[in-house]
């Protein structure tokens, strides 16, 4: 037996380790401490599994071995109703107390699954996660067994009718498995599949690693091959041989889901970091991923926080270098064009990689980039644009605001507006079919906040605002209110959430500490768990100038906090006035003032007031449908379907390749001028070394002369006489000396 796997039965050396990432305890032999402790295990695949499990009814994991996947199903979904199968007698004792450790709901079954029922030979592999009916070929098998052997067409009458998860995990016998579950597939609507595709265990099981793809196929499901490693999606097209996407691995795991259910989402984000838009944009995927299994890749325009956030939804990302086409003031012509030509030649240079994921569509996240509306035009494929905002009182447009709705429009087989008072704004007139109005409506997750106290005074009346501290949010209404109620006697505390550094944030701050107010205003600046901070505050504030939705006033009111906020834009379809809070007319500070000290006047009021938002927030919300299943029928809608083609992109995206071509061909001219000095040079230190040689071989000859010339003088009987009267002379000369 392999030393390393000495132990791998061996029940006296279980020992409870933690899990890299997920954090959560799991009983392992030593051999596997390696897996969960020094790595994150089969990474994208268990994100992406732990997201899908908060969507699903029924998690079935088949080949389960130590329960990993189950705990982590388990503690994301607790409602989740688990079916573990694992036939290997020790295996199973692990499971077991994994379960019982985290007290998950889950049923475990000493059981194989197959095409049918009965007893069976099974293979004990000294790898304890490689047993099969026929084992991995690479490892030894330690012992033969009996075991039980099920379909899983026996369980149908247990499992609800609702969506399905199901891990495979069984060493070349998935195309049994397949068989033997035919019924509820057929039964039930929404079956997820994730199966480990092993080659090598498929051919030793007497089974073709195409026929399995095949299998899959015909079975009526699309599949999506999980590259753990690089962490993205690549979806599997018919006919395609499996060798192409294995490369040097010896396992892959494949993602399936009914095709009549199937979608594959591009979407590109503006930013990565994680304010308004990016928490949409967070609540969208996260939530589409979960309710329906969509296959979902992010484009950022470089790294930063959402990567991270994207990443635990188990979302795919691409990273590529790209500006906005807008700014809060209008840069140089030549700055614009050279920012614009290079977002383009790096979007180039990364569209084979966006084509290769083969995206039903394509979605940009806000109005403030073209990029994703230029992907799609490229690569063919129909375009969804996410309005969130105004973007006229933000920011200057490099083509005028009125060309780039006009593009927008042109480019978008739909546009999802997140307030009807955008909608209205932006476009007054479009076609019934052309759009959506879909609400936001995520309650904060409780992620924890400790026992911190984020506001000073205890007695104080607790004020909250949140958003990157720009003039348009209007943080400073809510900053001299403050003084002014301070100045009345008000005890009143404000905490200021959001990027605060900012031409604007500074001269707030300097307010702040010019009135010696830091003991009552207090700036957090960005923090990414913010509901322990809304649950200490008494009132959320908002008090932009303008305001497509305002998700903190969702936030605030579904948390039961009244909110004082402007009456403009997407507030005013949230807040009823002297019900869920009070609106006020921005930038008028009084207003704001009378509102704020109705509450302090009358404490009991905020308690009165809360007690009914959650209700009439949670009514109004859902009286719009929300953005996951916008998406996704709009989506499901447009799958299969060309790109729009628009002329006013594709002219911008010829100017553009027109400029990358003319550059190209210019670095090109500039190589080969390059390339010809070089040969110049060479032809010239060729010449210059042929003139040397030459040189060279005609002083050879003039010393091979010379020295011929030498021999004739050392050989002729002149020089014989000379050396003659020499040693005479020397010898006369000796004699004469002494």
């Not at 992010?298 to 691409?318: D, F, Q, S, Y």
């Not at 009358?602 to 719009?624: C, D, H, T």
């Amino acid at each position: 037996m392999n030393n390393l796997f000495v132990n791998e039965y061996d029940l006296n050396y279980v020992e409870k380790i933690t899990t890299k990432r997920y954090g959560f305890d799991l009983f392992v032999t030593p051999e596997f401490k390696e897996h969960f402790v020094d790595k994150v295990y089969e990474e994208t695949t268990a994100l992406l599994i732990r997201q899908n499990a908060k969507g699903v009814d029924t998690f079935i994991d088949i080949g389960a071995h130590y329960g990993f996947f189950d705990v982590l199903v388990g503690l994301s979904n607790p409602k989740c109703k688990i079916l573990a199968f694992e036939p290997a007698p020790q295996n199973y004792e692990i499971l077991t107390k994994n379960i019982k450790l985290h007290d998950v709901d889950a049923q475990a079954y000493q059981s194989a699954v197959s095409d049918r029922s009965g007893l069976a030979a099974f293979q004990i592999s000294e790898a304890s996660d490689q047993s099969g009916f026929v084992t991995n070929p690479a490892v030894q098998v330690i012992e033969n067994i009996e075991v039980e052997v099920v379909q899983l067409d026996r369980y149908i009458d247990s499992i609800s009718a609702g969506p399905i998860l199901i891990k495979m995990n069984v060493a070349g016998n998935e195309y049994k498995v397949l068989e033997g579950m035919q019924e509820l597939i057929r039964t039930h609507e929404d079956v997820r599949l994730v199966i480990e595709f092993n080659p090598v265990c498929l051919n030793a099981n007497g089974v073709s690693p195409q026929s399995l793809l095949e299998k899959i196929d015909n079975l009526g499901f699309d599949i999506f091959v999980i590259f753990d490693d690089e962490k993205r999606y690549e979806k599997y097209h018919h006919g395609r041989e499996w060798g192409d996407f294995m490369g040097e691995r010896t396992h892959r795991n494949l993602f399936c889901i009914k095709k009549n259910r199937s979608l594959n989402l591009c979407f590109f984000s503006h930013s990565s970091f994680l304010a308004g838009a990016e928490h949409s944009l967070l609540e969208l995927v996260g939530g589409i991923t979960a309710t329906y299994g969509t296959l979902c890749t992010v484009v950022l325009p470089n790294e930063g926080p959402l990567r991270l956030k994207l990443e635990e939804l188990g979302v795919a990302i691409i990273v590529i270098n790209y500006v906005w086409w807008c700014a809060t003031t209008l840069p140089s012509i030549r700055d614009v064009n050279a920012s614009m030509q290079s977002s383009f030649e790096n979007l180039n240079k990364q569209i084979s990689a966006i084509n290769g994921i083969s995206p039903d569509v394509i979605l940009s996240n806000t109005l403030v980039i073209p990029w994703g509306a230029l992907a799609a035009l490229d690569i063919n494929c129909p375009h969804v644009w996410c309005i969130l905002e105004y973007g006229r009182y933000e920011f200057e447009f490099y083509f005028t605001f009125q060309k780039t709705l006009d593009m927008i429009r042109e480019s978008s087989d739909h546009i999802i507006f997140n307030s009807k008072a955008v909608k209205e704004t932006l476009y007054g007139e479009l076609g019934i079919n052309e759009w959506t109005v879909a609400t936001y409506s995520n309650l904060l997750e409780d992620e924890g906040g400790g026992s911190e106290a984020f506001f000073k005074y205890p007695s104080s009346i607790k004020l909250i605002i949140s958003g990157t501290v720009i003039k348009m949010k209007g943080q400073d209404d809510a900053v001299h209110a403050v003084k002014r109620l301070l100045d009345k006697g008000y005890d009143v505390e404000l905490i200021i959430l959001g990027h605060v550094e900012t031409p604007f944030g500074e001269v707030l701050k300097e307010f702040v500490r010019a009135e010696k107010l830091e003991d009552r205003i207090h700036f957090y600046g960005f923090v990414d768990n913010v509901r322990p901070l809304i649950e200490q505050a008494d009132i959320g504030l908002t008090c932009s100038r303008t305001e497509a939705l305002g998700r903190s006033v969702i936030e605030a009111l579904l948390m039961g906090k009244p909110v004082i906020g402007t009456n403009i834009g997407g507030t005013v379809d949230l807040i009823d006035d002297g019900v869920d809070g009070f609106l006020y007319s921005p930038g008028n500070v009084d207003q704001l003032v009378e509102k704020i000290a109705f509450f302090a006047d009358a404490p009991q009021k905020i308690r009165e007031f809360g007690a009914r938002v959650p209700q009439n927030i949670a009514r109004k919300l859902s009286e719009k449908p929300h953005v996951v299943n916008v998406v996704y029928k709009v989506c499901q809608d447009l799958k299969g379907k060309p790109n729009r083609n628009s002329k006013q992109l594709s002219r911008l995206l010829a100017g553009w390749q027109k400029n990358a071509l003319q550059t190209l061909s210019a670095q090109l001219t500039q190589s080969e001028y390059t390339a010809q000095l070089f040969v110049n040079q060479a032809l010239e230190s060729k010449n210059n070394l042929e003139t040397v040689t030459r040189q060279l071989n005609e002083r050879e000859q003039v010393l091979q002369s010379l020295n011929a010339r030498l021999w004739e003088i050392y050989g002729s009987r002149a020089w014989h006489v000379i050396q003659m009267l020499w040693k005479i002379r020397v010898k006369l000369t000796s004699r004469t000396i002494r």
